[in-house]
């Protein structure tokens, strides 16, 4: 007999990748070796369940790679650097998770020498270009399969065919799509089809149990995550799951993303990310007041870039290198703590005390006293920082002259 090709199957245990296991081995007949990789949304116990549904399926192979330290390392550290927000809204949660997600598949399947590689995103979102794109790029070699996006598939013919090659399990549609990561949990669904309605309080998975304020202070080390209300982290990832523990008591973080995908239609999600959000909005503070105008500015500009080339599978991009390299850069002077008051729904930016703070200078004290110069001094400065204006409005009132 011939001996079956080898082909990796991202898989994450729903629908689409159980499906994907049956037609794969039994239709095209690979050999089927399925493989998660876990940027940090996943328990030990979704884990087994996992495997186990993999193997139950009929995988020859299930492995489960914990990539939760890279993903922090190349990307979420990035992304706190340059306060990226997309929109000025998303922490570009799963979005970012994807693509690490796709690099640790792709090379699991060329260790094991796999002939095909596949994973089961439809043709209607963003993730088919962050697989495909990185597959391609890391891989050209191996094939690429994708069954739900090729046939068109509807759901009601995949539960069909999994029942008629003797695997059952409940399938039972959820009123919501829901995506949790270490760097926030996205909801799609219901409400976040239509433009002009917002998700309600029970679609989201973390409720609010805490009523009262509360302190919450973030310790930063040269712009990283490094102790949360005194508590050092030596595992940063840690430090930013007991972030969200907290934040997530009181309901803080969620909001509506509408942006522009990949493939050019606008999406619309719903998500929840209290640490990213309490994280970023804690850093930006402590860099007004550790970073000089002209880095802020500069920062602003190549964090947006950075974010967008992200969500637009654009990480492999030398550029990348690039921008990361400025966002390292510009951290030097960002070690301090910030505090905050944490209330249902919202949060309150409270102070930074830092030793590299540009406001504790021998300077002056804005609005109060000048100590480093003289009040001749600024009547100067003000004199020639106006020189531009004066001219064009001085042109411009000799012109109006001329033409009476």
């Known amino acids: 007999m011939d001996k079956k090709k080898k082909v990796v199957l991202a898989f994450s245990g729903g629908l689409d990748t159980s499906f994907a296991v049956k037609y794969l081995s039994e239709d095209l007949g690979y050999e089927v070796h399925t493989a998660i990789a876990n940027t940090g949304g996943f328990s030990d116990a979704d884990l087994k369940a996992i495997e186990e549904r993999a193997l139950a399926l009929g995988a020859a192979s299930h492995a489960a790679l914990d990539i939760t330290n890279e993903y922090y390392d190349k990307s979420i550290k990035y992304m706190v650097a340059g306060n990226v927000l997309r929109n ?5 949660s799963v979005s970012s998770e994807r693509i690490f997600q796709a690099i640790a598949t792709i090379e699991y399947a060329k260790k094991i020498g796999a002939d095909a590689i596949a994973h089961g995103s439809t043709g209607a979102g963003n993730d088919q270009v962050r697989f495909d794109l990185t597959f391609q790029i890391l891989a050209p070699e191996i094939e690429i399969i994708t069954p739900t996006r090729d046939l068109t598939l509807t759901r009601e013919y995949e539960i069909d065919y999994l029942k008629k090659h003797g695997y ?52 930063f080390v040269k712009g990283e995550i490094d102790s949360v209300n005194g508590e050092h982290f030596d595992n940063k990832v840690d430090a930013i799951r007991k972030v969200e523990e907290i934040g997530s ?156």
Do not use: C
């Open 249 to 404: 008591r009181f309901g803080i973080g969620r909001d509506m993303h509408i942006g522009d995908t990949i493939i050019g239609i606008k999406g619309r999600v719903g998500f929840e990310a209290a640490g990213p959000i309490l994280i970023i909005a804690a850093h930006k503070m402590l860099e007004k007041h550790t970073l000089t105008k002209w880095q802020q500015y500069w920062k602003d500009q190549v964090g947006t870039w950075y974010g967008m080339f992200l969500h637009e599978a654009q990480y492999l991009e030398p550029v990348m290198r690039d921008i990361e390299a400025m966002l390292e850069s510009s951290q030097q002077n960002v070690t301090g703590t910030v505090e905050l008051t944490l209330r249902p729904y919202s949060y309150t930016l409270v102070g930074v005390d830092s030793p590299f703070d540009l406001m504790k200078t021998d300077f002056g004290e804005y609005g109060e006293v000048n100590k480093a110069w003289t009040a001749d001094d600024v009547k100067g400065f003000t004199k020639i920082l106006g020189n531009q204006m004066k001219i064009y409005h001085n042109v411009q009132q000799r012109n109006k002259a001329d033409k009476k």
């Open 168 to 219: 059952e399990a409940d399938f039972k549609k959820l009123e919501y799509s829901i995506n949790k990561g270490l760097w926030g949990t996205s909801i799609g669904g219901k409400e976040t089809l239509h433009s002009e309605q917002t998700l309600p309080e029970s679609a989201y998975p973390s409720q609010v149990t805490a009523h009262e304020p509360e302190t919450l202070k973030i310790g």
């Open 88 to 92: 000025g809204t998303y922490p570009i």
